[in-house]
């Protein structure tokens, strides 16, 4: 069955860093467009990245541009988020998605990413 799997999140001071990994598997990787969506506290669904199947196209949810970088490998059927510049709006319960016919059909469990000095 398909299942995605985030790690790499926790505490960072304003300023600092941390990479967020999604390991996948039940499904070609290489075939679907994935994303980033979080959630902060007290708030609803908030999507942040996504990056094509093939590595390509990139984008972002403009408060995160040229802070965050989404990748992907491929062979290791694995997702990433750099994140980088962290400020304390940044904390959010962070997903994995999978894209499907223009929505979000599999979702990983989360991963906490808080910033706080």
């Known amino acids: 069955q398909v299942q995605l799997e985030e790690s790499g999140g926790g505490l960072a001071q304003p300023g600092g860093s941390l990479r967020l990994s999604c390991a996948t598997s039940?499904?070609?990787?290489?075939?679907?467009?994935m994303s980033w969506v979080r959630q902060a506290p007290g708030k609803g669904l908030e999507w942040v990245s996504g990056i094509f199947g093939d590595g390509s196209d990139p984008h972002y949810i403009d408060s995160v541009k040229g802070r965050f970088a989404i990748s992907r490998d491929n062979a290791k059927n694995t997702l990433y988020l750099q994140m980088n510049s962290l400020k304390p709006e940044d904390t959010a319960l962070y997903f994995c998605?999978?894209?499907?016919?223009?929505?979000?059909?599999?979702w990983g469990q989360g991963a906490q990413v808080t910033v706080s000095s």
């Open positions: 998605a999978r894209e499907y016919n223009a929505a979000f059909d599999s």
């Open positions: 039940g499904f070609i990787f290489s075939n679907y467009r």
